[in-house]
């Protein structure tokens, strides 16, 4: 019989990122054990009582256990260490109360209550990174490398990474990296890559997909601020516009509005070629599906060689090539190596109006969409994603049957 599994994620299940890369994935691995989901929970998240019976209603007829804890910001240290209790608090009653035999944390914070628990009770313990947590606040420019902090966190996934029993990486790149540090030589570590993947039976082309008559289209989906160099993009579509005068813009974007417009006017940029807007994330397929190209640009540093952003994975699976850089991830290896995009691999003008004149000509490719379907079926599919840790969870199963 399947044993029993704690998922413990510090990102918020009634986000779009918890709904997409959280829930998604559990959904799929309920069907054939029990979970229990702590997550944390921003206070205004909660009181949206829309978005809360939605989801509630999502994860009971998963047969899911949810449990979800208010998330505290501030004092920043304080407050993460409280909601560190707060999770092992419950953890420690959820695991005695149903005999649960896996912890399953995503990111680091969880991972603290997730070994403590493989400490007092023997739990396998799943260390899903998410990334190089402490060396992207490092490039974020939030914590710095001489400091505390970063010496506490790094010390921190020392340990995690000495005492998982499966170590999940979105990237190769990043695996490659682990493998260099000198604590892990000749440590045997079991590392497995599950990329961010996508819901692909809804990130799918048009079904009556053909060229219309219509001004070029470029897509800006998400985040504009940090790790997303939103004026490069912009500069990009700038240089797209010359040489094809009617291209539209359409951003979907949450909460970055003034910046955006602020952006558009120093670049001069025509904001009547522009469409900027916020939409539920359900229906985002939908908007994806009239992009003929997606359009994001990542702060290339250290950190980002373990990322994958979830929206390359989407844009491929609605048949959309991308524009992005290299020096992040796996990314340009899978946008080089099955052709469905562009990668810049250094943002001077040149460069950019090179890629500009390969990305037309990929746009008119007959066979992109194609491609860019099976790129996504290849390398994002969420079926196979769920397949990866249930062969996780199967082969801790077996590990407890024998032990």
């Not at 680091?108 to 739990?123: D, R």
């Not at 120093?266 to 359009?295: C, N, Y």
Request: charged content about 25%.
């Amino acid at each position: 019989m399947p044993i029993g599994c704690l998922y413990i994620s510090y990102d918020g299940i009634l986000e779009p990122l918890g709904q997409s890369q959280v829930l998604s994935y559990l959904e799929g691995l309920a069907n054939e054990r029990t979970i229990h989901l702590i997550s944390f929970e921003k206070p205004s998240d909660k009181k949206n009582q829309y978005l809360y019976n939605q989801v509630d209603s999502r994860i009971k007829k998963s047969n899911i256990q949810w449990h979800p804890l208010i998330y505290h910001k501030k004092p920043t240290a304080i407050a993460t260490l409280w909601d560190i209790f707060c999770a092992t608090a419950l953890g420690f009653w959820l695991i005695l109360r149903y005999n649960l035999k896996i912890v399953h944390a995503r990111s680091y914070v969880a991972s603290l209550s997730a070994l403590i628990f493989k400490k007092i009770f023997g739990t396998y313990y799943i260390f899903d990174m998410r990334g190089f947590w402490a060396d992207e606040r490092v490039d974020g420019e939030i914590w710095t490398k001489s400091g505390y902090l970063y010496y506490i966190t790094k010390q921190l996934e020392k340990s995690f990474l000495l005492n998982a029993d499966v170590v999940v990486s979105l990237t190769h790149k990043a695996v490659l990296e682990m493998k260099k540090f000198p604590y892990l030589d000749k440590r045997g570590v079991r590392f497995e890559v599950i990329t961010t993947c996508a819901d692909l039976k809804l990130f799918k082309p048009k079904s009556d997909f053909k060229k219309q008559n219509k001004p070029l289209t470029i897509g800006y989906v998400g985040s504009v601020g940090v790790w997303y160099l939103f004026e490069e993009a912009m500069d990009y579509f700038k240089l797209i516009k010359k040489i094809v005068p009617d291209v539209r813009l359409h951003i979907i974007n949450k909460g970055g509005h003034k910046y955006i417009y602020k952006c558009l006017e120093e670049l001069g940029i025509d904001q009547k070629s522009v469409f900027v807007e916020t939409i539920d994330h359900s229906d985002v397929p939908r908007a994806m599906q009239s992009m003929d190209a997606g359009l994001f640009i990542i702060k290339p540093a250290y950190s980002k060689i373990s990322s994958t952003p979830t929206k390359l994975g989407e844009f491929l699976g609605c048949g959309v090539p991308c524009i992005c850089n290299s020096k992040v991830g796996d990314m340009s290896e899978i946008v080089n190596n099955n052709k469905v995009g562009v990668v810049l691999d250094s943002f001077d003008k040149s460069t950019k109006n090179k890629s500009i004149l390969q990305l037309l000509k990929l746009i008119l490719d007959p066979d992109i969409q194609h491609r860019c379907r099976a790129t996504a079926l290849k390398h994002f599919s969420l079926a196979d994603g769920i397949d990866s840790y249930k062969r996780i969870y199967r082969s801790l199963d077996g590990q407890s049957h024998n032990g």
